[in-house]
C-alpha cells in the first residue's frame, strides 16, 4: 500500500511538473507592455510618497528654458513636474523598474499625485551604445525630442506612461489631457 501511495505521488509530482513548465515559459514569452507596467507599478509604488522618491534619488526638479516646472501644453493636456534621477539619466540602459523621471501632477488641492513614469535616454549616448534604431520598452518606440527642445538639452528620446493617473489620449501619450498645471 505504502509502495502505490508512493508512485502515484511520484506520478503526480511529474505531470505537473510537465504542465508548469511550459506554462512558465510561455507566460515569460508571451510578457506584453501590460504585465510590464504591472512589473512598473509594482517597484514605484512607494513613490507617491514625495519624499520616499527624493530620498531614493529623484530629487532633481526639472525646469524648461524658461524656469517653468510644472509642464502644460494646453489644449492638449499636460504632464505635471518632472523628478529626475541623476543616476539613471547618462547611460543607455532603459529599465521598466528604474524610469529616469518620476511624473507628479497637481492634484485638486494642488498637490504633486504621482502620474507617470518617464523614460529617457540621450540620443547621443544611445547612438554611442551601437543603436541604429529609436529605444522601445513596453512595445513602444519613444518618442524623438531634437535639439533646441523647451529644455535646452541635447537631442534626447523619451517615453511617458501614465500608470498612475490614467490618459484617455492612450497609457504611453506623452501629453494627458486630464493633467492641468
Request: overall charge neutral.
Amino acid at each position: 500500500m505504502r509502495i502505490t501511495r508512493v508512485r502515484v505521488a511520484l506520478v503526480l509530482s511529474l505531470v505537473a511538473a510537465a504542465v508548469a513548465i511550459p506554462l512558465t515559459v510561455i507566460s515569460l514569452a508571451s510578457a506584453d507592455e501590460h504585465s510590464l507596467t504591472s512589473v512598473a507599478a509594482a517597484a514605484t509604488a512607494r513613490f507617491h510618497d514625495l519624499g520616499a522618491a527624493q530620498a531614493a534619488g529623484w530629487k532633481v526638479v526639472v525646469k524648461d528654458k524658461q524656469g517653468i516646472i510644472c509642464i502644460d501644453n494646453q489644449p492638449v493636456g499636460g504632464m505635471g513636474i518632472h523628478y529626475a534621477n541623476p543616476s539613471l539619466l547618462f547611460d543607455a540602459n532603459l529599465n521598466p523598474t528604474q524610469p529616469e523621471a518620476l511624473v507628479y501632477a497637481p492634484n485638486a488641492a494642488g498637490q504633486p499625485k504621482l502620474a507617470a513614469l518617464e523614460y529617457i535616454v540621450f540620443a547621443d549616448t544611445w547612438a554611442k551604445a551601437g543603436h541604429a534604431g529609436p529605444p522601445q520598452l513596453f512595445g513602444q518606440q519613444f518618442p524623438y525630442i531634437p535639439d533646441g527642445n523647451r529644455f535646452g538639452i541635447p537631442a534626447f528620446w523619451a517615453l511617458h506612461v501614465w500608470i498612475w493617473h490614467p490618459n484617455p489620449a492612450g497609457l504611453f501619450e506623452t501629453w494627458n489631457p486630464r493633467v492641468h498645471c
